[in-house]
């Protein structure tokens, strides 16, 4: 049931900052991840390899709250593997960025007479479910708009009893048009009004009455479309005075020979960016600048650079040697290597103003806000405006594959 007064929400823990200087080598490092990655820290996302390379994300790692902004004022935590809240005041957890077009599906478990719901698109401080979010309610007493419904717009018919079982949403969220799907069955197509419609915003779990459990809480962005064009380098221009070399091969970019940046001839600056690379031998570095300056010979990488290199220290995957696949390089570290030398691993990055998120094969490694006075260049502070995406062939040794480079802009 929609509540009017909303607590404040903290914001997510951020990663440390990793340092302002790249190292040319590290000293007792691993220099490959290799092996399992199951750990006390990690446990696989509940998607398939399929899932990952269409660019579905977890929003929940299984152990902790982290990717999440928790309110103080209602008991969120973890409980075998669940999102858990019964106690304290009305309250939202939610995501730190947010989304438009999207896929969403998520297990819930309502205790008997409780009340709470999944929030889409909602304002950071909404005050009227008719105009400032969509809440897909979970409460099967409600007066007026039961279970399955969008509290304040549509009420869903003919919808089963939810309480005291675990069951399943799934929610596509285009443009006017949501459509929800409980246990499989469809029992919502909704098509708002311009004038109500709300077409992007955070996503939120609601505290409100009883206790409340989710799980398998996954997301995929709908509106990704191709940077590469699978022959040749259209759309892309070498940055000058690069020696790496660029070539197209079986759809594939290769990248080798040196230094150097492949630079997209479009900018972009609220986005989620799907990257499909491979690192072909041991201890590689190379990585994907954005909101980068178009870059020169003198300057030819101004830009935040969303990290790939799957070195650990000491074996250990929470220890990246390089900062790690899907760090915000110099700025956030990955809080685990997930990805593996050698095969094709799927990096997802939502840039949305000044909040940074990154998954690698859908596990959630950075949540960084870049506090950072404003500057043109990223590399000297907080950079909003539209930038180029840049590949990167790192040193001589470089042998790097980009299978897909694939956009979502927000706003589209």
């Not at 660019?55 to 858990?84: C, K, M």
């Not at 947010?98 to 409780?114: I, T």
């Not at 206790?211 to 221009?237: M, T």
Request: aromatic share 8%; proline share 5%; hydrophobic share 35%.
């Amino acid at each position: 049931m929609w509540t009017v007064r909303w607590c404040c929400v903290v914001p997510a823990l951020v990663l440390l900052v990793g340092c302002e200087q790249q190292s040319a080598a590290v000293p007792d490092v691993q220099a490959a991840a290799t092996g399992t990655v199951d750990s006390p820290e990690f446990v696989k996302p509940p998607l398939t390899d399929v899932e990952i390379a269409e660019g579905w994300i977890s929003l929940f790692d299984q152990r902790s709250l982290f990717g999440w902004q928790v309110p103080a004022t209602s008991n969120w935590r973890v409980e075998g593997g669940e999102i858990v809240v019964d106690a304290g005041e009305k309250s939202l957890l939610l995501t730190p960025f947010q989304l438009d077009d999207f896929e969403l599906r998520c297990d819930f478990h309502l205790s008997p007479g409780g009340n709470s719901g999944i929030f889409l698109r909602t304002a950071d401080q909404a005050a009227d479910p008719a105009r400032d979010t969509y809440e897909l309610n979970i409460c099967d007493s409600h007066p007026t708009h039961g279970t399955g419904s969008l509290v304040g717009r549509v009420v869903a018919e003919d919808v089963p009893a939810v309480e005291g079982a675990w069951h399943s949403f799934r929610v596509l969220c285009e443009g006017l048009r949501i459509q929800v799907w409980l246990d499989g069955r469809q029992i919502l197509d909704f098509t708002d009004k311009p004038e109500t419609a709300r077409r992007t915003g955070r996503l939120g779990l609601q505290m409100n009455q009883g206790r409340a459990a989710y799980r398998n809480v996954c997301v995929r962005p709908l509106r990704f479309r191709s940077l590469l064009s699978g022959s040749d380098l259209s759309g892309w221009r070498v940055v000058p005075g690069s020696k790496a070399q660029f070539a197209v091969k079986d759809g594939v970019v290769h990248v080798s020979g040196g230094a150097g940046f492949l630079e997209s001839e479009g900018q972009y600056d609220n986005f989620v960016l799907k990257v499909s690379a491979r690192l072909n031998k041991p201890g590689l570095n190379s990585g994907v600048f954005f909101r980068a300056m178009s870059g020169t010979e003198k300057a030819p990488s101004n830009g935040y650079e969303l990290q790939l290199h799957n070195g650990i220290e000491g074996g250990d995957r929470s220890r990246p040697a390089d900062s790690g696949t899907g760090a915000i390089f110099r700025r956030a570290a990955a809080r685990y290597v997930v990805a593996d030398d050698g095969d094709f691993l799927t990096a997802v990055l939502i840039a949305d103003g000044d909040r940074f998120c990154s998954w690698v094969n859908g596990y959630q490694v950075v949540d960084w806000r870049d506090e950072r006075s404003e500057n043109e260049n990223p590399r000297q502070g907080r950079r909003l405006q539209r930038g180029h995406f840049s590949l990167q062939g790192h040193d001589p040794g470089t042998d790097v594959d980009f299978r897909a480079v694939e956009v979502h802009e927000f706003g589209d």
